[in-house]
């Protein structure tokens, strides 16, 4: 995905909320102005440009990044921020539930994270063979989302030959630009609301997503994923 | 005339003809002018010192002194006998030629066949050159200048003048003589021997374990030596040139200066142990050890060749470090300015131990390789290392310091001006040069010289035509990005990954040059107009979009049907029809987008490939903007695996929504390479 034409794109403030679940937002939702919405964009908003420093890339986070307690747990909601924005935008998909990921998606998503925590972060110019043992990415996902039901083998990145999963790192590389508007706990489980802009003044609407994640066993879990598109 | 010194402290000279000459606990400089003394037939050394005699001899005009070396006799005779407990030094400018008797050595001790006890073999006092022409010829299985059969060696010092020594038998040039093959008399074990402390600081140094080339031309010729000549004129003394006889340890060389060739023969190295053994029995592993420090200015050159052709393949010895038939053993020290050339004739490191399995009970055992200790290279010595097969610096060496960019990137590493790498030594055709000739030798041959060129192996080479789905191109390992109908050179047999890309419709290159669209032209791709001359433009730098998939092409030198498989997305191209079709297998999704209520005046963008409104930022839903790259309705589109696009719907080029659609195989029809996507509009 090209973030960063993405990210370039100053179209007007027009939301449209995705209900879509898997991978790909709904393209079947009208427009609807953006004053209406309630992630309505806060201009006022704290910038904490200093908490996600890259060597290249950098994050722009604000807002209610602290952590919160959930169950007993101390849990980053700007570490889900950018979980669901790599979920819900990097890689297309929405979801209630983790399972309803493509094994190709779950995949990527999980092989990627083994060699850079923050998606963001990579660079973009050097294109990366990787290839990895499935259990790694089966381990990276049940840390993730708790469980791992893939059948790997069926995924395309999958090669029988070596028994090991490969593929060429994403292009996932981008500035990202995002205000931290919830995170609200509820028994074990923890949404995190967040808008993301096109440019670091955070002043016309890239996004929104929301992420549920819940604390089981004592480990912050993914549940689901739902993201607004301008 | 005999002469005897009894406790006469003096100077003394020496000149005309002797039939032995005894130097008894005496303090005295002795100046050797031209003499000749030769105890052959006697039974006895031509010189004695001995019964703590300090003796410095005085080189003057030429000298000859030959020890009794009549073969089958029962005695031990030296060339100069250099008792327990004596000090000898020479000085002076002149030359002393000096042979040793049976089993002693030119200068040093004398030698029996016959294993003696532990604590009565150091049969030798210590001897130091400061400067002369020595001429050191060992006798039968004695050392140039060291010990005889049978004895250790104790200390050398060579601070100057100009040494030639050449061990005989079984014995080394500068060390010890013959040590054990480990089953004489069933008394001493391999490594039980050795040859004392070595220490050269100055002068010019050639020793050989045997007799036969001008030293100083191969020191200066290094890098031309006939190496196959070495081995198959290698005499099989099994010794090292500087250091340890035919089962002795060298627990202490130390070379600060001076020049130096050292040439070691069949198993032993050329500084360093001499040959070990293949038996377990034979041995003691803990004895046998090959200890080397060169430094300071010392300019080295150290040269081991084997006699066996077996032994070429599986190894003879180091040339600096241990002999073939050791365990792990050896600390090997190159440091200051020091400058080395180490060269192994056979498939043994040129630095290190053996590459020749270690001794063992039973041969149907699993072989064991034995290790070097360590090996510290400092990073201003000048080296050169070279190997006929196998690493030239042990990197298999238990403690390894060496500047990595000693190292090239292949399997085996040669270092020098000249070096070069062979990976397939069994298959290698060498070709080496001298001078200005050049030689080539055919594959399987030994003849290889030290100054190898590597094996220029023929790689078959093909022009691969790729074939891209429209709009799309292929990006190799290599970062090469390939158009359809674009040529790449490749090496038959040769596996390339790839992945596919999209181009950025807005992009165009026209014969080779690069071009953003200008009003009036065709923006959109069509079969005729998207070629290898004129197509759209992926590139890293964030032009088009590339997939995650990783993608395969072989080429093979036979003719057969080309195959493709899906499992592991492998092209198996034969000869006869090289040509990369990604555009007719699934190496791409085509996404065709449609609108649910009629598709009549309702566009689709793709962000950096159709219409990225962020590059036109100020024709955003502007008529004159769509002349560039615009939105297209019915808009069918190839997109790579892997990638996501940031997908916007239009009505009549107003802007309405947008999508992030991951792009995948569609689970409900595996076998498409399209799929539809319907805007709810």
Same mark, same amino acid.
């Given at each position: ?7 370039? $794109? ?33 201009? *006022? ?9 890259? *060597? ?5 986070? $604000? ?45 990527? /998503? ?9 998606? /963001?972060?990579?660079? *973009? ?24 039901? /893939? ?80 | 005339? !005999? ?110 066949? +016959? ?137 202490? +060389? ?28 034979? +041995? ?16 080295? &050159? ?21 002999? !073939? ?5 050896? %600390? ?23 590459? %020749? ?52 990137? &292949? ?13 397939? +030594? ?125 993608? !395969? ?27 990369? !079709? ?46 560039? %790259? ?52």
């Amino acid at each position: 995905m090209q973030i960063k034409g993405i990210l370039l $794109s100053a179209l007007a403030a027009i939301l449209s909320v995705s209900l879509f679940a898997g991978c790909g937002t709904d393209p079947n939702v009208k427009p609807q102005d953006s004053t209406t919405d309630p992630y309505a964009v806060d201009m *006022n908003a704290t910038k904490d440009e200093a908490l996600s420093p890259g *060597n290249g890339f950098q994050a722009y986070p $604000s807002g209610k990044t602290d952590p919160v307690t959930v169950d007993g747990v101390e849990v980053s909601p700007n570490d889900f921020a950018l979980r669901s924005f790599e979920l819900g935008y990097m890689l297309g998909c929405s979801f209630q539930d983790p399972g309803e990921l493509s094994v190709d998606a779950a995949v990527q /998503y999980g092989m990627t994270h083994i060699f850079e925590k923050n998606f /963001y972060q990579l660079d *973009n110019y050097a294109v990366a063979y990787r290839t990895v043992e499935p259990k790694l990415v089966e381990e990276e996902l049940i840390r993730q989302f708790g469980k791992s039901d /893939y059948d790997m083998t069926k995924s395309v990145f999958y090669n029988p030959t070596t028994k090991k999963l490969e593929m060429w790192l994403p292009e996932y590389g981008t500035d990202l630009y995002y205000h931290i508007d919830a995170a609200d706990v509820s028994g074990s489980q923890l949404k995190v609301s967040t808008t993301f802009y096109n440019e670091k003044e955070k002043s016309t609407l890239f996004g929104k997503t929301a992420i549920t994640v819940e604390v089981a066993d004592g480990k912050p879990l993914i549940r689901s994923v739902s993201t607004q598109t301008e | 005339m !005999r002469k005897s010194l009894s406790n006469q402290n003096g100077n003394y000279v020496l000149t005309g003809t002797y039939e032995n000459v005894v130097i008894d606990g005496a303090q005295a400089n002795v100046t050797l002018r031209n003499v000749f003394i030769d105890t052959t037939g006697k039974k006895k050394s031509a010189v004695f010192v001995q019964n703590g005699a300090n003796v410095k001899f005085i080189l003057e005009g030429e000298s000859t002194i030959k020890g009794d070396n009549v073969d089958k006799d029962e005695h031990e005779s030296c060339g100069i006998e250099v008792g327990v407990g004596t000090n000898v030094i020479f000085g002076g400018e002149g030359t002393l030629n000096v042979y040793g008797g049976r089993y002693g050595a030119a200068i040093g001790s004398w030698g029996t066949r +016959i294993n003696i006890d532990a604590e009565l073999r150091r049969q030798v006092g210590t001897v130091t050159i400061n400067s002369g022409n020595i001429n050191a010829h060992g006798g039968i299985n004695g050392a140039g200048i060291g010990s005889g059969y049978h004895v250790h060696c104790n200390r050398i010092v060579i601070n100057g003048g100009v040494v030639h020594a050449y061990g005989n038998g079984l014995a080394s040039g500068i060390g010890t003589g013959y040590g054990t093959s480990g089953g004489a008399m069933h008394v001493a074990a391999v490594g039980e021997y050795d040859s004392g402390h070595i220490i050269i600081t100055g002068g010019e140094v050639y020793a050989a374990a045997y007799e036969r080339y001008d030293l100083e031309a191969l020191g200066e010729n290094y890098a031309s030596v006939d190496l196959a000549a070495l081995n198959a004129a290698d005499p099989k003394h099994h010794s090292a040139g500087i250091g340890g006889g035919y089962g002795s340890s060298a627990p202490d +060389i130390q070379i600060t200066g001076g020049k130096i060739v050292a040439l070691g023969s069949n198993g032993g190295a050329g500084i360093g142990g001499g040959r070990g053994t293949s038996k377990l029995s034979h +041995i003691n592993p803990e004895a046998y050890c090959a200890n080397i420090l060169i430094g300071g200015d010392a300019d080295v &050159t150290a040269i081991t060749a084997s006699a066996r052709k077996n032994e070429f393949a599986t190894g003879g010895g180091a040339a600096i470090g241990a002999g !073939r038939g050791t365990f792990d053993c050896g %600390n090997i020290t190159l440091t200051g300015n020091a400058k080395v050339k180490a060269i192994s004739a056979s498939a043994s490191p040129a630095i290190g131990v053996s590459s %020749n399995r270690v001794p063992c009970a039973d041969k149907n055992n699993p072989p064991v390789y034995p290790r070097t200790l360590s090996i510290s290279v400092g990073n201003d010595v000048t080296l050169y290392a070279v190997s006929m097969g196998h690493y030239a610096v042990d990197k298999n060496a238990i403690s390894l310091s060496i500047d990595e960019n000693y190292f090239g990137s &292949t399997d085996r590493w040669f270092f020098g001006e000249d070096a070069v790498a062979i990976n397939d +030594i069994n298959n290698a055709k060498a070709e080496s040069r001298c001078g200005d000739k050049t030689y080539t030798v055919p594959v399987g041959s030994v003849s290889l010289w030290a100054n190898i060129i590597p094996p220029q192996p023929v790689i078959p080479k093909a022009n691969l035509k790729i074939i891209a789905p429209l709009a799309m191109a292929v990006r190799f390992e290599d970062g090469d990005v390939k158009y359809s109908g674009e040529y790449k050179e490749v090496e038959i047999g040769r596996t390339y990954e790839f992945q596919m890309c999209s181009v950025d419709w807005s992009t165009r290159t026209e014969n080779g040059e690069k071009k953003v669209h200008t009003p009036g032209q065709t923006f959109y791709p069509n079969n005729s107009a998207w070629d290898h001359t004129n197509h759209g433009i992926y590139s890293d730098d964030g032009v088009g979009l590339r997939g995650t998939v990783v993608y !395969r092409v072989t080429l093979v030198p036979t003719y057969g049907a080309q195959g493709w498989d899906a499992e592991t997305k492998t092209f198996t191209l034969h000869k006869g029809n090289y040509v990369l !079709r990604t555009d007719v297998n699934k190496c791409f999704m085509a996404y065709r987008f449609y609108f649910k209520n009629g598709n009549y005046g309702k566009q689709t963008g793709i962000d950096n490939v159709v219409y990225d409104t962020g590059k036109y930022p100020d024709h955003v839903n502007t008529v004159d903007d769509f002349i560039y %790259n615009k939105p297209l309705e019915s808009l069918s589109v190839n997109l790579p695996l892997g990638s996501t696009v940031t997908a916007k719907a239009y009505i009549k080029y107003v802007y309405q929504t947008s999508a992030q659609v991951y792009v995948e195989i569609d689970s409900e029809h595996q076998d498409r390479c399209y799929t539809d996507y319907y805007w709810d509009l």
